[in-house]
């Protein structure tokens, strides 16, 4: 079973930048890959980036590209997001997940198993 605990949401203007971590507990980190997702008052939750367990494989949903860096240091067991240029648009929860039993980088919500609680990211114009 494994826990995810995400920090680093809150507020700041367009254009600025937050870092958001996840801290992963009770399973070993490195073994499945992991993801962020996204989602705003009235509508669905939508794939922001993802990253394979060692990786070398990333995704990123094509409104985030060249803004966001997603990685990971499975050996403090932490997922991080890197959040550049942002804009009020990228106003949302933001939460990360793991697919413990996939071996491959995937993109859609259903196919994560573990969920963290979420931190909120609210970005004023």
């Known amino acids: 079973q494994v826990q995810l605990v995400e920090s680093g949401g809150g507020l700041v203007q367009a254009g600025g930048s937050l870092r958001l971590s996840c801290v992963a507990s009770?399973?070993?980190?490195?073994?499945?890959?992991m993801g962020w997702f996204r989602q705003a008052p009235g509508k669905e939750r939508e794939f922001v980036a993802a990253?394979?367990?060692?990786?070398?494989?990333?995704r990123y949903a094509d409104s985030v590209l060249g803004r966001f860096t997603i990685s990971r240091e499975n050996a403090k067991n932490i997922l991080y997001l890197q959040m550049n240029s942002l804009k009020p648009e990228d106003t949302a929860m933001y939460y990360c997940?793991?697919?413990?039993?996939?071996?491959?980088?995937?993109?859609?919500?259903?196919?994560?198993?573990?969920w963290g609680q979420g931190t909120q990211v609210t970005v004023s114009s």
């Open positions: 997940a793991a697919a413990t039993v996939s071996k491959v980088v995937v993109t859609t919500a259903r196919q994560y198993d573990t």
């Open positions: 009770g399973r070993t980190f490195s073994n499945f890959p």
């Open positions: 990253i394979s367990w060692i990786g070398g494989v990333i």
